[in-house]
């Protein structure tokens, strides 16, 4: 499986960006999509993720602004971050998992498979 994430850019305070992350190299589905972000000096974090069949999960960060959604045809998942915030500043990656994790664990990067290779969001106050 390969990842691409697109969208990155700066955007002021309060403004909005969405996120593309298209897959490629797999034929069958039913793989969990996530998105994480690493800003400089931290730890990589959650921000959301989204099952084959649909559910989500979000970092309470960003629950009420941020969504995330896919469309299995085009094999592409999408964050579309609303109110963006000066900390919300980082670099966005997307992941995928194969096999099923629960929803306490869905948020562990460790436990996915494959990485993009992220893209830069700044925010400016």
């Known amino acids: 499986v390969q990842l691409q994430a697109s969208g990155g850019g700066l955007v002021q305070a309060a403004g909005s960006l969405r996120l593309s992350c298209a897959s490629s190299g797999r034929t069958e589905s039913d793989f969990t999509v996530g998105w994480f972000r690493q800003a400089p000096g931290k730890e990589r974090d959650f921000v959301a993720a989204?099952?084959?069949?649909?559910?989500?999960y979000y970092a309470d960060s960003v629950k009420g602004r941020f969504t995330i959604s896919r469309d299995n045809v085009k094999n592409t998942v999408y964050l579309q971050m609303n109110s963006l915030k000066p900390e919300d500043t980082a670099v966005y990656y997307c992941?995928?998992?194969?096999?099923?994790?629960?929803?306490?664990?869905?948020?562990?990067?460790?436990?996915?498979?494959?990485w993009g290779q992220g893209t830069l969001v700044t925010v400016s106050s």
């Open positions: 989204i099952r084959w069949r649909g559910s989500t």
């Open positions: 992941a995928a998992r194969t096999l099923y994790v629960s929803s306490g664990r869905i948020s562990y990067a460790s436990g996915y498979d494959y």
